[in-house]
């Protein structure tokens, strides 16, 4: 294991040695796919699977999943057991919390599962401190709470960012637009849509070829960096909506209160007094991206007590069905809707239709 990190440490120097400028860029772009590699090796060692672990991750309940990601010591136990009424051990030493502790609170209908995790310290993504585990967990999130102390915050999140990152994870950041697809034959063809500051076919064919590959179709459709190419031919980065959480707000003034306020993606909190916690709600249930819908059996009220809760991404009455009983979507015949996805209340639907937040869906089966 020494060796991969003696070989990261190797090419992380050489990068810090190299000038950046047009003639190094190529050099750059391999160094940094060299990189790329020898981190997934780190996540995914090349021998068989290994044991199974620790009972580290919890299985996942609800309809969405946050963790809660931090240095120790930040009051990431303290906030779970405030929110949910979870009992995680609190203690004024750090790595109180060892393992995983879960907790589910109910907010606006939908259930949503808690996830204090372990604080993980600089060098986690090279497994120091049990990190690599902490982050495979936050791998398997719907959304990030990075827990920072209010008196030492970018310092911190400029860290942990660090560490997430080279674990393939990205905060808050959309999958590069970059069509990138393996052939046979016919060479590297690479086409432009926009000028590219950073990327020419040199360094294209330089990086690819790092990974072996010497047939592929590469489109840049914006202006994309070296880092965005090699997601793409990675293909295991996650995509994760991320808010950064101030905690400890009783330490400091109002007017640093307000300067902290205009930082974009972030809630500055007090978890030991409870302070701004319907804010943190709010921006969670923002962030996560859910759309309820609510069940009207034949003849009676709509169920307004427990609807199904739906991604934003997957609304349509297909994925409604789905959510329901897979069998549904067999005998379905139409749906009555009502709500703001129709035109007429109700109006009949078929399984394409894209249904929009709190509408009241009642399905019609063949006979």
Not at 177 to 194: E, R
């Amino acid at each position: 294991m020494s060796t991969i990190l003696e070989k990261i440490a190797a090419i992380e120097a050489e990068m810090a040695r190299t000038q950046k400028n047009k003639a190094t860029a190529g050099h750059l772009g391999l160094l940094k796919a060299r990189l790329a590699k020898l981190r997934r090796e780190l996540i995914t060692p090349k021998g068989g699977g290994g044991g199974t672990g620790e009972g580290f991750d919890v299985a996942k309940t609800g309809d969405a999943r946050v963790g809660f990601v931090g240095f120790p010591s930040v009051g990431k136990s303290t906030l779970l057991s405030n929110l949910a009424g979870v009992y995680s051990e609190v203690a004024a030493y750090e790595f109180t919390t060892l393992t995983t502790v879960p907790g589910c609170i109910k907010y606006k209908g939908a259930k949503i599962q808690l996830l204090d995790l372990p604080g993980i310290i600089e060098g986690a993504k090279d497994g120091k401190g049990r990190g690599r585990q902490v982050i495979a967990v936050a791998r398997t999130c719907s959304l990030i709470f990075l827990c920072l102390d209010v008196l030492k915050p970018l310092h911190h999140k400029r860290l942990i960012e660090h560490e997430l990152e080279g674990f393939g994870l990205r905060l808050n950041k959309q999958p590069p637009n970059i069509y990138f697809k393996k052939k046979d034959k016919g060479g590297i063809n690479l086409n432009c849509m926009v000028p590219q500051s950073e990327l020419d076919s040199d360094t294209v064919k330089s990086i690819l070829s790092e990974y072996k590959i010497h047939n592929a179709d590469v489109t840049l459709k914006y202006d994309a960096t070296t880092d965005d190419l090699i997601d793409v031919i990675e293909g295991n980065r996650i995509y994760i909506p991320c808010i950064y959480l101030l905690n400890k707000i009783d330490q400091i003034s109002i007017e640093e209160l307000d300067v902290i306020y205009k930082i974009p993606h972030c809630v500055p909190i007090s978890a030991h007094h409870r302070w701004n916690f319907d804010d943190l709600l709010e921006k969670m249930w923002e962030y996560l991206k859910l759309v309820r819908i609510y069940t009207k059996p034949k003849g009676q009220l709509p169920d307004y007590n427990s609807p199904v809760v739906l991604h934003s991404d997957h609304t349509s009455v297909e994925d409604f069905c789905n959510k329901l009983h897979r069998s549904i979507a067999k005998e379905f015949k139409y749906a009555l809707v009502w709500g703001s996805s129709v035109k007429h209340q109700p109006q009949k639907v078929g399984l394409e239709h894209i249904l929009c937040d709190e509408d009241v869906v009642q399905i019609v089966k063949k006979v």
